[in-house]
């Protein structure tokens, strides 16, 4: 069964380093998604992503982060200068489409921020 | 401003138990809601769609539920087993949008 994929698993920075984490989305789908989990927090969205351009953001997704899909399989989430809150589980997800179809999530890359 | 809420936090039952987990959302004009299945240190997995005209939804053991006028919906895990231990996530997607918004979840320990 196709599966949402993330590198790495578990990414070790110090505080203000440039980090790029790395999905790559079930292969037929379309939408794209980054959300994150700050430890015992809910889970929290950060952007969506279609056709090359952002199509949905949340406030937490502030300059410091940017999404790139780079070639037709990898999607990537920059965060530009780490702060210690950035410490969090990230999650890539992806859907066939937007009209309420199952977003399907990747086991998440674990970003520690020393 | 879109709240989902989970009640219980924290749910132990001996194995073989049927039993019920609450989801309740505080927007009424959603456009779908998903569980999803979270063990330690893991990814989310999905298991279960309920579309907002849906009513219900099965999958093996597991049954959801939604009632959108009253914002709520129920998991019901059938004969329990030490393997369903986890913690079991819902989440609303308002119509209009793309994102899910979460609940904190319910930790699940299934006893044997």
Known sequence: EPEVT???????TQMGQEVILRCVPI??????????QILGQKV???????NNEISEKSEIFDDQFSVERPDGSN???KIRSTKLEDSAMYFCASSVDNRGDTQYFGPGTRLTVL | KQEVTQIPAALSVPEGENLVLNCSFTDSAIYNLQWFRQDPGKGLT??????????????GRLNASLDKSSGRSTLYIA??????????????????????????GTRLTINP
């Open chain 2, 79 to 104: 004969a329990s087993q030490p393997g369903d231990s986890a913690t079991y996530l819902c989440a609303v997607r308002r119509g209009g949008a793309q994102k899910l918004v979460f609940g904190q």
């Open chain 2, 46 to 59: 999905s298991l279960l769609l309920i579309q907002s005209s849906q009513r219900e939804q099965t999958s």
């Open chain 1, 6 to 12: 993330q590198t790495p698993s578990h990414q070790v």
């Open chain 1, 44 to 50: 929290e969205f950060l952007v969506s992503f279609y």
């Open chain 1, 27 to 36: 292969s037929n789908h379309l939408y794209f998604y980054w959300y994150r």
């Open chain 1, 75 to 77: 999607f990537t989430l």
